[in-house]
């Protein structure tokens, strides 16, 4: 089964602008799709932004226009910038892959402050 490590989270200005890293233990190649959620806490896990096989993408209203999901198939790797962040996007983020079941990473931590 894949394994999923997320990274690049961190503490961030409002405005500011973090890029959020998923390495996957096998090729991505095949997944059907993978994909950015998040959660809040006291709130429950909210889908942020997906990626298809064939390279299409989807994205929450709330991130739209402010994220990107993009990723490098010869590094097995997704992404997702986010820029003009908001205090609202603080939140661990999960990298999931679209398989059944689904799989997550462990999540990264992002925190956005006013």
């Known amino acids: 089964q894949v394994r999923l490590v997320e990274s690049g989270g961190g503490l961030v200005q409002a405005g500011g602008s973090l890029r959020l890293s998923c390495a996957a233990s096998?090729?991505?190649?095949?997944?059907?799709?993978m994909g950015w959620w998040r959660q809040a806490p006291g709130k429950q896990r909210e889908f942020v932004a997906l990626?298809?096989?064939?390279?299409?993408?989807n994205y929450a209203d709330s991130v739209k226009g402010r994220f990107t999901i993009s990723r490098d198939i010869a590094k097995n790797t997704v992404y997702l910038q986010m820029n003009s962040l908001k205090p609202e996007d603080t939140a661990v983020y999960y990298c999931?892959?679209?398989?059944?079941?689904?799989?997550w990473g462990q999540g990264t931590q992002v925190t956005v402050s006013s």
């Open positions: 990626i298809t096989s064939g390279g299409s993408t």
């Open positions: 999931s892959a679209e398989m059944v079941p689904r799989v």
């Open positions: 096998a090729s991505i190649f095949n997944i059907n799709a």
